[in-house]
């Protein structure tokens, strides 16, 4: 198979406009020529892919990585039970992913002795070290190889670790303190693909099932491509909830996240607001290129569980959950940054999601991705915003019930997630 990232995919660098602000500092530093900038009447951000743009063949990560800017509103992370924050931290923490997703009495109680995995491609030398200081910050519980929580695997279950790659190595401290965040009693496992390319990749979830992982999280893509459906035995584990992110370059489609084997998560834009729940969310979108993925799938068939009518295929996303670096989360990375940082993208999401599978406990015994289907009353229907030009149509158009974008909704606790 060969799969290159969606058109929009390509540009190295994306510029935000920020619907909601965070107060950004302890920016990695980044060459003028990889930062551009966007603006509203009120302020400007910026921001930049973690990966590099990968040669044909190959997937791209959904991580970006904020390089600056200015915002109204200032928002520091949170820190769970008594320990402080410093100042140098912005994003969501935590105990903000726990609150907007109301997972908090589930994160407390639940997740011990499951295991969320984590694929990704090359090596992060420093993933242990700088796992601890994201959990140690925030309060969390040690997960370290010492005491049995964290595992670090090559794609082969052994210790042959791939080259290090400081772009890849923002996106596994990501997915790392997505995991954390979401359910800080779980173990982790992080299996390393050789290199990104599709075989490498499904090579690495093949492993991470066979070491008994029930919950995986694909935080890449690329295009989609005529013979994808050969790579979707890769992917096709009963009883095992896989979750991939649907992109970041707007309106479209992406592979894995059209596989009927995965759960496809979308991503919103979340802010905190005076409401009930506490929080709001809408389709995130920087421009009709820059934004979640979603779509009708070209060449992967509908899943029996998948009813909308205006989509004869696999459409994308079924869930999501927070994706845009202006309301983005804080990740502590010292290979490919230099250490805090404010990160979005469907790379943030996808691992949110597998992590609430964990919380929910043992996943559907077929596709778990169905689930939702079954109980979409227990998501937050997201009902506002699009990510490019549809024709107005829900593939790209938020509104009341599934639409294509943010697909059933974001998590309001766990009960959309098990079977």
């Not at 602000?21 to 530093?29: D, E, K, N, V």
């Not at 991580?63 to 109204?72: D, I, K, S, W």
């Not at 964290?150 to 997505?178: C, H, Q, R």
Request: glycine letters at 12%; aromatic letters at 8%.
């Amino acid at each position: 198979m060969r799969t290159s990232p969606h058109p929009a995919a390509r540009r190295a660098t994306l510029a935000l406009t920020a619907a909601a602000g965070l107060a950004l500092s302890a920016f990695g530093a980044v060459a003028p020529a990889q930062a551009a900038t966007a603006q509203n009447a009120h302020h400007k951000v910026t921001y930049t892919r973690s990966c590099a743009e990968p040669k044909a063949g190959y997937m791209a990560c959904n991580a970006l990585r904020v390089t600056g800017g200015e915002a109204v509103k200032t928002h520091l992370a949170r820190a769970n039970s008594a320990h402080a924050v410093a100042d140098t931290v912005s994003g969501y923490g935590p105990s903000d992913i726990q609150s907007a997703y109301n997972l908090a009495s589930a994160a407390a109680s639940n997740g011990a002795g499951e295991t969320v995995a984590i694929v990704d491609a090359q090596d992060d030398p420093n993933a242990e070290s700088d796992l601890a200081t994201y959990r140690s910050q925030f309060g969390l519980p040690a997960c370290t190889s010492a005491n049995g929580c964290f595992s670090k695997v090559d794609e082969n279950g052994g210790t042959n670790y791939p080259s290090p790659d400081s772009g890849w190595a923002g996106e596994i401290s990501l997915d790392l303190d997505m995991v954390s965040a979401t359910c800080p009693n779980c173990n982790i496992l992080l299996v390393e693909a050789n290199s990104a390319s599709t075989d490498d990749l499904g090579t690495a979830v093949n492993q991470a099932v066979s070491m008994g992982a029930k919950f995986v999280s694909n935080s890449y893509g690329g295009s989609e491509s005529s013979d994808e459906t050969s790579a979707d035995s890769y992917y096709n584990h009963p009883g095992v909830a896989i979750t991939a992110s649907a992109g970041d370059s707007g309106y479209g489609v992406e592979y894995p996240a059209a596989s009927p084997y995965v759960t496809a998560v979308g991503g919103t834009s979340l802010t905190q607001d005076s409401s009930a729940r506490g929080w709001s969310e809408s389709v995130w979108n920087t421009s009709s290129t820059e934004g979640t993925g979603s779509g009708c799938s070209a060449y992967e068939p509908k899943p029996t569980w998948q009813t909308d009518s205006g989509c004869s295929n696999r459409t994308v996303a079924d869930v999501a959950a927070v994706a845009d670096p202006a309301t983005g989360v804080a990740v502590y990375d010292t290979y490919g940054a230099s250490g805090w940082n404010v990160y979005g993208g469907t790379s943030a999401a996808s691992p949110i999601i597998a992590s609430v599978y964990a919380l929910a406990g043992t996943p559907s015994a077929n596709v778990p991705a169905a689930d939702a289907y079954a109980n979409p009353s227990a998501l937050y229907n997201v009902t506002t915003g699009s990510n490019g030009d549809c024709g107005g149509s829900y593939l790209c158009t938020a509104g009341p019930g599934y639409n294509g974008p943010t697909g059933l909704g974001t998590p309001n606790g766990t009960a959309a997630f098990t079977g």
